[in-house]
């Protein structure tokens, strides 16, 4: 039994070892990180930054300069071309037969197409799910605006399964009510809050429907009008002047630290633009910075990475994805080979685990790391959806990671005004960047 023994041993010693470290990572960033003040630096000096725009450009630069001071050995941009959408004033009233015009806070959904500056009028008739409203005629919908008023749901622990469940009103609702001769869409937006706050976000036309205007209200907007509607007849009047102006040539920003046993690659990422509301901090300012974060605390402690760990900073996640396709179609011709690649991009609150997509015998070897995480809070690690922006990269068997913040607050201001820097707690932040820089360390150790 001696070789059992002495190979225990030697296992125990590397986790030593490896502790060791960790605890160097942590240190250096919870006392000497940066990601923070480079967080209030974004936001209030960039601020929101939606592709296409002249904010996003502003950005660009600002990443291209905060790699080279985290000690990049190379930076660059990666054109990318993207699609340009402008909201552009926008509002909604609605009245009761014998009442005057109210203002309802409201936000154009992204993508969508608006009322070209002029006021478009109809009686709004409701609907709370989409099944229901596949079971009307459609005598009952042309020439109406429908309100979907589906909440997010509460009884969901993870939020992102709420998230999910509820996507599918912002994405697909106007080409169904298009279908059926409806003049445009309110939405009851995304969010697990009890605000007023609306949220925007993306939604999509099919091929050969009519482009309605979508708008997004908040939850106690949703209620108050719910209410209206179910006693008496209610008419609303949208006017915006939002819509798609084409195209343009844009990038995404990216820079590494070389390896010095070869040139396989480990990705570092969040996605640069953000919605044209609040300031983009968590939605993904907060990914941004923490992806900055690792390869500066690599230059700082000195670690000597095996492989070439590059953070890169992807464009138009958020209508369109052309950052994440782009990278990862530029790997069909450059050949380049990727290990590994971890995004976040679900908020800078306190992290609790990973989200693995990967074959299972990496994913059996990242979850017997798991007693190294522990004692930073970590300890949720599991198979699930990776992320949008590296999820393209899955065709060239690249093992993926998304990491996993505490969710319960990041829906009550995604895609909002209120996601803004002062949201962000510093602590919280920064753990999620160590929570990365640990599970690079260990990539970029045990994996050839």
């Given at each position: 039994?001696?070789?059992?023994?002495i190979a225990?041993?030697?296992?125990?010693?590397?986790?030593?070892d490896?502790?060791m470290?960790?605890?160097?990572i942590?240190?250096?960033?919870?006392?000497?990180?940066e990601?923070?003040?480079?967080?209030r630096?974004?936001t209030?000096n960039?601020g929101?930054r939606?592709?296409?725009?002249?904010?996003?450009?502003?950005?660009?630069?600002?990443?291209?300069?905060?790699?080279?001071?985290a000690g990049?050995?190379?930076?660059?941009?990666?054109?990318?071309?993207?699609?340009?959408w402008?909201?552009?004033?926008?509002?909604l009233h609605?009245?009761?037969?014998?009442g005057q015009?109210?203002?309802?806070?409201m936000?154009?959904?992204?993508?969508?197409?608006?009322?070209?500056?002029k006021?478009?009028?109809g009686?709004?008739?409701l609907?709370?799910?989409?099944?229901?409203?596949?079971a009307?005629?459609?005598?009952a919908?042309?020439g109406?605006i429908?309100f979907?008023n589906?909440?997010?749901?509460?009884?969901?622990i993870?939020?992102?399964?709420?998230?999910?469940?509820?996507?599918?009103y912002?994405?697909?609702?106007?080409s169904?009510?298009a279908?059926?001769?409806?003049?445009a869409?309110?939405?009851r937006s995304?969010?697990?809050a009890?605000?007023?706050?609306?949220?925007t976000g993306?939604?999509k036309?099919e091929?050969g429907?009519?482009k309605i205007p979508a708008?997004?209200?908040g939850p106690?907007g949703?209620?108050n009008l719910?209410?209206l509607i179910q006693t008496?007849?209610?008419?609303?009047?949208?006017?915006s002047?939002c819509?798609?102006?084409g195209e343009?040539?844009?990038?995404?920003v990216?820079?590494?630290i070389?390896g010095?046993k070869?040139q396989?690659v480990?990705?570092?990422?969040g996605?640069l633009?953000?919605?044209?509301v609040?300031?983009g901090?968590?939605d993904d300012g907060a990914?941004?910075?923490?992806?900055?974060?690792?390869?500066?605390t690599?230059k700082?402690?000195?670690?000597k990475n095996n492989?070439?760990?590059?953070a890169?900073?992807?464009?138009?996640?958020?209508?369109?994805?052309r950052g994440g396709e782009t990278?990862?179609?530029?790997?069909?011709?450059s050949?380049?080979?990727?290990?590994?690649?971890?995004e976040?991009?679900?908020?800078?609150?306190?992290?609790?685990?990973?989200?693995l997509?990967?074959?299972p015998?990496?994913s059996?070897?990242i979850?017997?790391w798991?007693p190294?995480?522990?004692p930073?809070?970590v300890y949720?690690?599991?198979?699930s959806?990776?992320g949008?922006?590296i999820?393209p990269?899955?065709?060239?068997?690249v093992?993926?990671?998304?990491l996993m913040?505490?969710?319960?607050?990041y829906?009550?201001l995604?895609h909002?005004?209120?996601?803004i820097f002062?949201a962000?707690?510093?602590?919280?932040?920064?753990?999620?960047a160590?929570?990365m820089?640990?599970?690079?360390?260990?990539?970029?150790?045990y994996?050839?």
């Amino acid at each position: 039994m001696l070789i059992p023994l002495i190979a225990s041993g030697f296992f125990f010693a590397q986790q030593k070892d490896d502790a060791m470290v960790f605890s160097k990572i942590s240190g250096q960033i919870l006392n000497h990180g940066e990601a923070y003040e480079e967080l209030r630096d974004l936001t209030k000096n960039v601020g929101h930054r939606l592709s296409g725009s002249a904010a996003y450009e502003k950005a660009t630069q600002w990443a291209l300069q905060q790699l080279k001071n985290a000690g990049a050995d190379k930076v660059w941009l990666q054109p990318v071309k993207v699609p340009v959408w402008i909201r552009g004033k926008e509002s909604l009233h609605i009245k009761t037969a014998n009442g005057q015009w109210q203002t309802v806070n409201m936000l154009s959904l992204g993508n969508s197409e608006g009322t070209n500056g002029k006021d478009l009028t109809g009686d709004i008739i409701l609907v709370k799910t989409i099944e229901e409203f596949n079971a009307l005629p459609e005598s009952a919908v042309k020439g109406k605006i429908v309100f979907f008023n589906y909440p997010f749901r509460q009884d969901f622990i993870q939020t992102f399964e709420g998230y999910g469940d509820i996507g599918k009103y912002r994405s697909t609702t106007a080409s169904l009510v298009a279908k059926k001769g409806g003049k445009a869409v309110i939405i009851r937006s995304l969010s697990s809050a009890t605000d007023d706050a609306p949220h925007t976000g993306a939604m999509k036309y099919e091929d050969g429907t009519e482009k309605i205007p979508a708008v997004a209200i908040g939850p106690r907007g949703a209620d108050n009008l719910a209410k209206l509607i179910q006693t008496q007849k209610v008419t609303a009047k949208l006017n915006s002047n939002c819509g798609m102006k084409g195209e343009v040539m844009s990038n995404s920003v990216i820079g590494e630290i070389t390896g010095n046993k070869d040139q396989k690659v480990i990705v570092v990422g969040g996605h640069l633009d953000s919605w044209d509301v609040g300031e983009g901090a968590q939605d993904d300012g907060a990914g941004i910075v923490q992806s900055i974060e690792v390869l500066r605390t690599f230059k700082k402690l000195g670690v000597k990475n095996n492989h070439t760990i590059r953070a890169v900073l992807f464009a138009n996640e958020e209508n369109g994805n052309r950052g994440g396709e782009t990278y990862a179609s530029n790997l069909d011709t450059s050949k380049e080979p990727h290990l590994f690649a971890i995004e976040s991009d679900a908020g800078g609150y306190s992290p609790r685990g990973f989200f693995l997509e990967m074959n299972p015998e990496k994913s059996a070897q990242i979850k017997s790391w798991k007693p190294l995480f522990e004692p930073y809070g970590v300890y949720n690690i599991v198979d699930s959806y990776s992320g949008t922006d590296i999820r393209p990269m899955k065709k060239h068997n690249v093992a993926l990671v998304g990491l996993m913040p505490d969710s319960q607050r990041y829906f009550d201001l995604h895609h909002s005004a209120s996601d803004i820097f002062e949201a962000v707690n510093r602590r919280e932040l920064l753990l999620g960047a160590s929570a990365m820089t640990q599970l690079i360390y260990m990539i970029d150790k045990y994996w050839e």
